[in-house]
């Protein structure tokens, strides 16, 4: 069975700094992936997906992701945090195979430094 | 383009009833999916339909039942409530048809349930 793999439960950064959210996932072939973001008392709301070709794929509110299939990880990032970023960040996996479900990692809460 | 609406937001149900909730998903998708979240398990798979046909489903008691209408709508019902079934259950939307498209899904905004 796939599992998702977000090994930093909360990460506090500056803002202004950098971020890297990590995200480790098992699955046998390329899988579909996903990155989430959910505000307190909400849903969640994609930022960005990859499913083939260039590995560096750009999402919404200047996020980026990077698969790297040598590491099974699809890490996502930010050059520069802003204080609206602080919320609860969810890395998902679909396998394709007609299961038709995401399978999500426990998720990281960030926390921005004013 | 509508988001995916859920009703209602938020319930308060007593142990032993039941319960219905309802989403509807972005004009053109035809399937729908249920998750259910909370702070110790996160979030899991609940079911999924297309085209009013369950194609998956997850690892729930049968007290966790759903089903799709015609027009994509979708309800999942709950039987028998018990104090372990508080959550925030999220429905998402997607084209459904198409390999990588199905799984690209659109989350709403959640029904947050109390049972006590």
């Known amino acids: 069975a796939q599992s998702v793999t977000q090994p930093d439960i909360h990460i506090t950064v500056s803002e202004g700094a950098s971020l890297e959210l990590r995200c480790n996932y098992s699955?046998?072939?390329?899988?579909?992936l996903f990155w989430y973001v959910q505000s307190p008392g909400q849903g969640l709301q994609l930022l960005l997906k990859?499913?083939?070709?260039?590995?560096l794929v750009q999402g919404i509110k200047g996020f980026e992701a990077e698969f790297k299939r040598s590491q099974s990880s699809f890490n996502l990032r930010k050059p520069s945090v802003h204080w609206s970023d602080a919320a609860e960040y969810f890395c998902?996996?679909?396998?394709?195979?007609?299961?038709?479900?995401?399978?999500f990692g426990k998720g990281t809460k960030l926390s921005v430094i004013p | 383009k509508a988001g995916v609406t859920q009703t209602p937001r938020y319930l308060i149900k007593t142990r032993g009833q039941q319960v219905t909730l309802s989403c509807s998903p972005i004009?053109?998708?035809?399937?729908v999916s249920w998750y259910q979240q909370t702070p110790g398990q996160g979030l899991q798979f609940l079911f999924e339909?297309?085209?009013?046909?369950?194609?998956n489903k997850g690892n729930f008691p049968g007290r966790f039942s759903g089903r799709q209408f015609s027009n994509s709508r979708s309800e999942m019902n709950v039987s028998t409530l018990e104090l372990g079934d508080s959550a925030l259950y999220l429905c998402?939307?997607?084209?459904?048809?198409?390999?990588?498209?199905?799984?690209?899904?659109?989350f709403g905004p959640g029904t947050r349930l109390t049972v006590t």
């Open positions: 998402a939307s997607s084209l459904g048809w198409v390999q990588g498209a199905a799984y690209e899904q659109y």
């Open positions: 699955y046998g072939a390329t899988p579909y």
């Open positions: 004009s053109g998708h035809r399937s």
């Open positions: 339909y297309f085209s009013e046909t369950q194609r």
């Open positions: 998902a996996v679909g396998s394709g195979a007609g299961s038709y479900q995401l399978t």
């Open positions: 990859y499913f083939s070709g260039d590995t």
